[in-house]
């Protein structure tokens, strides 16, 4: 279209003139001026849109009877008019002369045309309202704009980018779940077309998209999100490189001032690369350059980011750029101990959303598994146990291995994680079968590793042995005869270490029995000295066989105060270590035990 041409001779701009100085308004159309009441211009408006709905282009005659209205309709009487619906049937009268006059425009200075478009745009808020009577006009508007593509006439005004921003942010601020997808449809076609055929997209403009991506306004306005990603799936070819500019501005060169997202930039690759990985081709390299930082915090972000992108179930990502995987596997031995947590904590998703990756991430949890920090260690051991909780194949022998060493790890946290793991997963594997006969036979050596355990010194592995035993080994709520299969049957593969080590145990649990029954004999005879004394000696041994002794002395003199005053609780507890005691006999002294956790 020629801007720069002068307009006919037989028209003005704001158009009140024709060649005989007059308007040509449609048959039955009184003049519409400022001397009417509101009701009558509304009258008398909708017998125009009528008229232009029903021209087309072909229309010569009535194209150039009409355009003194045309241009009159544009002017600032109508484009200011106070009352919203005729400001809607004004717009839905310009939207059909930009699809009549197509492509020369009847408007032919810019400051016209940039006013004529801002006044459509705002008029495209109806939207908003679905059960609005004036709906369906404005669906009508809408329509009628993203079939012309009338926004494109705005290319060559210098200052269109205004326009288009104003169009943007209005669409995505009026897009809601009562909208039906056609509406949808015909606000992604206007969009669109701005960003194919346009020379390109402005930061600004490409703003007015993204941070519909941020979570926070991604759960504001779901509709918003899910608008802005088929439209940035739609036009990737084109946005890609404006993406690309962007992150390379901030990322690369540190220019956080060139847009208001720029704290934003890893939640925005994220959301991204959900939507399309084609949006960061030229973005994922400037990922490499981010995790050789020097700037730990630096690292961690972008470890967490990439995390999230490998880790994610449908990506190929570690396939697809194998630079990048490799360095972002380097995370692993960084110095930073927050780097190296979270790299180990990204292995558990990535060993169950893709196995075929492990062989890479084995090495380095091996290194990991022997880490100075304890907490890392530690969540080594979690991650593999976890994966093999949700599929045993999803580990191998080696990386079973090194929770089997973190057994006799010199952190008790350690050891407790990589022991309640293993017995999990022989209970999950062995007693209960549940990946047949193949997955039981890989795990049938965790029975005897966890007996062979309370051949440790430490009091606290001894307990935690018995209570593995109690709960996974030989599970107490088991009815009587499984339970006593569960044991024949463990008994009889143990190796003769876990024996002797299975047979201790029982040894020490009747010993401890033993001492507590004659401390409730003690209670029965009379005080004296020698009771006291003889009582004092009983608890003494009581705490060696609980957890810290030193704090234990304390628990067990005060709980042996509350046995003293309560002769149920002694009944109760009498029943509890009775060699006849029967679990659901066992359920009765549940107040007992309870007690007992209390006064600790």
Not at 130 to 152: D, G, H, I, M
Not at 233 to 260: H, M, P, Y
């Amino acid at each position: 279209m020629d801007f720069t041409a002068q307009p006919k001779p037989a028209t003005a701009l704001c158009g009140v003139v024709s060649a005989d100085g007059k308007i040509a308004y449609p048959p039955g159309v009184k003049e519409i001026t400022d001397k009417i009441t509101t009701d009558e211009m509304i009258k008398r408006l909708k017998m125009v849109v009528k008229t232009f709905m029903d021209m087309d282009q072909d229309s010569e005659d009535e194209k150039q009877q009409y355009l003194p209205l045309a241009l009159h309709l544009a002017s600032e009487f109508f484009l200011r008019n106070p009352n919203k619906d005729v400001r809607l049937l004004v717009a839905c009268c310009l939207a059909d002369i930009f699809r009549i006059y197509a492509p020369e425009a009847p408007y032919t200075s810019h400051d016209k045309l940039k006013d004529i478009f801002l006044f459509i745009t705002r008029q495209l808020k109806g939207l908003e309202d679905t059960k609005s009577p004036q709906f369906n006009r404005y669906f009508y508007l809408l329509e009628n704009l993203a079939w012309v593509k009338s926004y494109n006439i705005c290319f060559e005004l210098e200052d269109c980018n205004e326009i288009f921003i104003q169009l943007f942010r209005t669409l995505f601020s009026v897009i809601n779940n009562s909208h039906n997808k056609k509406v949808q449809m015909h606000m992604l076609d206007l969009m669109s077309s701005i960003i194919m055929e346009g020379d390109g997209v402005t930061q600004e403009l490409l703003d007015s998209i993204l941070i519909n991506l941020i979570p926070a306004h991604k759960n504001l306005n779901k509709q918003s999100f899910d608008l802005a990603k088929v439209l940035l799936k739609r036009t990737v070819q084109t946005i890609e490189a404006c993406i690309a500019n962007f992150f390379n501005q901030v990322l690369v060169l540190g220019r956080s001032s060139v847009s208001d997202l720029s704290e934003h930039v890893f939640d925005l690759i994220q959301e991204l690369f959900a939507i399309d990985p084609h949006l960061l081709l030229s973005v994922m390299p400037q990922l490499e350059f981010k995790l050789k930082s020097n700037d730990g915090e630096e690292r961690l972000a972008v470890v967490r980011l990439l995390a999230k992108l490998f880790g994610s179930k449908d990506s190929d990502l570690a396939t697809q750029n194998r630079p990048l995987w490799q360095c972002f596997l380097g995370r692993f031995n960084d110095i930073h101990v927050p780097v190296r947590l979270e790299s180990v904590k990204f292995a558990s998703h990535c060993l169950m959303n893709h196995p075929d990756l492990a062989k890479d991430l084995t090495e380095y949890l091996k290194v990991r598994s022997h880490d100075p920090e304890e907490a890392i260690r530690h969540d080594v051991i979690v991650t593999i146990i976890t994966a093999a909780k949700r599929d045993l194949a999803l580990v191998n022998d080696q990386l079973l291995g090194f929770v089997r060493e973190r057994t006799l790890d010199k952190r008790w946290r350690v050891r407790k994680e990589a022991m309640m793991g293993l017995a999990q997963l022989y209970k999950k594997y062995c007693l209960h079968g549940e990946a047949g006969k193949e997955a039981a036979e890989k795990v049938s050596w965790i029975k005897d590793k966890l007996l062979h355990i309370y051949y440790q010194n430490s009091i606290d592995d001894k307990l935690l042995v018995e209570k593995i035993f109690a709960q996974y080994l030989v599970p107490h709520n088991l009815e009587t005869e499984e339970r006593m299969k569960c044991l024949y049957y463990l008994y009889a593969s143990l190796d003769p270490n876990a024996v002797k080590a299975l047979n201790e145990m029982w040894k020490c649990q009747n010993m401890l029995r033993s001492h507590v029954r004659e401390l409730l004999d003690l209670h029965k005879q009379p005080t004296s000295e020698a009771n006291c004394s003889a009582m004092f000696g009983k608890l003494m041994t009581i705490a060696k066989n609980l957890p810290d002794p030193g704090k234990a002395q304390d628990f067990v003199k005060k709980f042996n105060q509350v046995l003293g005053d309560d002769e149920k609780l002694r009944s109760q507890l009498e029943l509890l270590i009775s060699p006849t005691c029967s679990c659901k006999q066992a359920d009765v002294c549940v107040v007992s035990k309870l007690y007992f956790v209390f006064v600790l």
